[in-house]
């Protein structure tokens, strides 16, 4: 099983992450990070080369994490939006998917040229989805007519609600009595968020949804790319995510995590792609893999005495995605860890843990890792294994700061290996 290596530094040696930039760093420091991971040389396929993922258009977008409180309206939720960056109308699909990486619930979503769509997740679990392309001719896309995005709420069933909460809780599935996800023993719905472009309308999906990247039976996407599949390589999507604690007085925003797709640089098999994970990496998606090794610094104390979280998003290596008898787990779980930090100030080395972030999608305060210091650096390792990695600030109820973490790694260049 794979295993993820954790580092925290401080940030006075962040300067030496970056080729360009000259390091300032204490002698200890920098010695102590050279000898667990050094960023490679910028070449096409390393952190300035082509797996480079940031800010612009994409053909899918990944929030990599949500999280809504079903227990009162003015608690934690998710705030996302879908947005067109092109003069064309677009469709997309919108999958949501639990902790556990398994498929709850799909449907459609047109965009007008240059369309914004706002979605509170929180609505998601009250059976509400949104109604788009009302009043426009969608004969342009297949099967739109018949199936349109024109959603009248509430569009779930009062059942297929009560299942979409129990498998995003960690409870047994109201339908089918089956376990989606992990239980953390409160009542908040976690998961993460995925956006595709596709070229056909598929419907409402409010119970094991079947149009979805984890279906190679009726292609999600077209083996070789190409005609046959619902998504396809256009990139055109750009969005945002923005977490809300209303009650507690906090907010953290960042974008969207956009995947662009380029049929010839994932070309054939054994090739690491974003969703190739469900389709024996034979790069038939053409997305973008995400990296493998993460920097990001965190302030635990001083003026964020709220405390500091690690959201930590990743793709098991396995294809599984169903889910499972209530009591067990999924074969992959859990994604094994391991934690080193540094002192900033002696430069000692600690390690703790093996299972910190065992989930495909998690929120992880530092406190809980162990650090004997306020103010570090962390490094995550997750041995080939695709990560996205969001540091989440907060200061007692005053204001809050939430970022992406530094990518030190890519995958472009490495072929994936069977767990």
């Known amino acids: 099983m794979r295993t993820t290596t954790v580092l925290a530094i401080t940030c006075i040696a962040f300067g030496a992450m ?85 498929p709850t619930l799909a449907f459609d979503i047109f965009l007008e040229p240059f369309d914004v769509q706002t979605i509170n997740v929180r609505s998601l679990f009250l059976g509400e989805v949104p109604a788009t392309g009302v009043g426009v ?9 018949s199936l349109p995005p024109t959603y009248a709420n509430p569009a779930l069933t009062a059942g297929q609600v009560e299942q979409l909460r129990t498998a995003h809780t960690g409870q047994p599935g109201h339908i089918d009595g089956l376990c989606y996800g992990a239980d953390h023993g409160d009542q908040r719905a976690r998961g993460f968020i995925t956006v595709d472009v596709v070229d056909e309308c598929s419907g409402l999906e409010g119970f094991e949804p079947m149009f979805t990247p984890v279906n190679t039976t009726y292609p999600y996407f077209a083996d070789g790319g190409g005609s046959g599949g619902i998504a396809i390589a256009d990139n055109r999507l750009w969005g945002d995510v923005i977490y809300i604690d209303d009650a507690n007085n906090f907010a953290q925003a960042t974008e969207a995590v956009a995947l662009w ?97 065992p989930l495909a999608t998690q929120r992880v305060p530092i406190s809980t890792i162990g650090p004997p210091y306020d103010f570090g ?14 540091p989440s600030l907060s200061a007692g109820g005053r204001f809050s700061a939430g970022f992406n973490g530094f990518p030190v790694n890519f995958l472009c260049s490495e072929s994936p290996v069977a767990e």
Request: glycine share 10%.
């Open 18 to 102: 970056f080729p360009s930039t000259t390091a300032v760093a204490a002698e200890t420091a920098v010695a102590a990070v050279a000898a667990v991971a050094e960023p490679p040389a910028p070449t096409k396929a390393g952190w300035a080369g082509v797996c480079q993922i940031g800010p612009g258009l994409a053909s899918t977008l990944l929030v990599p994490y949500f999280e809504v409180d079903l227990t009162s309206p003015i608690g934690l939720t998710t705030l996302i939006s879908v947005n067109s960056g092109l003069s064309g109308r677009s469709l997309a699909r919108l999958v949501v998917w639990t902790d556990w990486g398994v």
């Open 377 to 390: 650096w962390v490094q995550i390792e997750a041995s080939l294994r695709q990560m996205w990695v969001l």
């Open 261 to 357: 797709a380029d049929d010839a640089e994932f070309p054939g098999a054994d090739v690491f792609t974003f969703y190739g994970r469900h389709s024996g990496w034979d790069g038939r998606d053409e997305r973008v893999p995400l990296p493998w090794r993460w920097d990001q610094r965190f302030l635990n104390g001083g003026p964020f005495a709220g405390g500091a979280d690690l959201i930590v998003f990743q793709q098991p290596d396995s294809a599984e995605a169903d889910p499972v008898s209530c009591g067990s787990t999924p074969s992959w779980y859990p994604l094994e860890t391991s934690v080193a930090t540094i002192d900033e100030d002696a430069g000692n080395i600690l390690t703790f843990g093996t299972e910190i972030f």
């Open 137 to 145: 001719d969608l004969s342009a896309f297949p099967f739109c007519e």
